[in-house]
């Protein structure tokens, strides 16, 4: 569950203190990642200039440079030039499974609308990378069928429905504080997720 706005600016604040004392700490920078991930989402700014400074920091944590990507074209920068598109692809083999698949999410959301066919094409390649994650298959899913390819949709419907480790509604919902890799699991991975959506999507693969 989400902090108390003051509480938030207390955690941030604490968290950007740690990081100018020890600059070169992991554990700092997770601590302020995941504090300003805690929040809503006209923030997610700072937290991504912040993954990327990380990334800088510590190379061989290619998660941190595939979630600043996720943030940054999700909610910052939903439209990205071709130079920069042939950047994020230059990156990809020095990436591990679960960053690739993150970024080829991240493709195909900024391909979604202008160029479907390079939508379907980054989910497929997400899939291929990284198959734990529901998400990938519920897009895939709704892709098709929106696209007339009804039974196919279903079934990458199915398959991603097989892959959700757990469902809430508002009276269940955890009580834990948002951090990076929570974020991934449930915003981007759809592990865990509402049962209304759930069971939207439960009905779609009938």
Partial sequence: MAQSPKKLYLAIRAARELVREYPDEFIAWTTLISAEMDTSEEDYESASKHLFEAFDKFPEHSIFFALGIYLESTFVYPVYDETKIEEIKSMLNKMDAKSKGILYYSMAKLHEFEYPEQYESYLLKAIAEYPEFPRYYLCLGRYYISNESIEKGKQYVRE??????????????????????????????GLYMFDEFYKEYKEMSL
Wanted: glycine letters at 6%.
């Fill in 160 to 189: 991603g429905l097989l892959r959700v480790k757990e469902c809430f509604n508002e009276a269940s919902l955890p009580d834990y504080e948002i951090s990076l890799y929570s974020f991934i699991d449930e915003e981007i991975g």
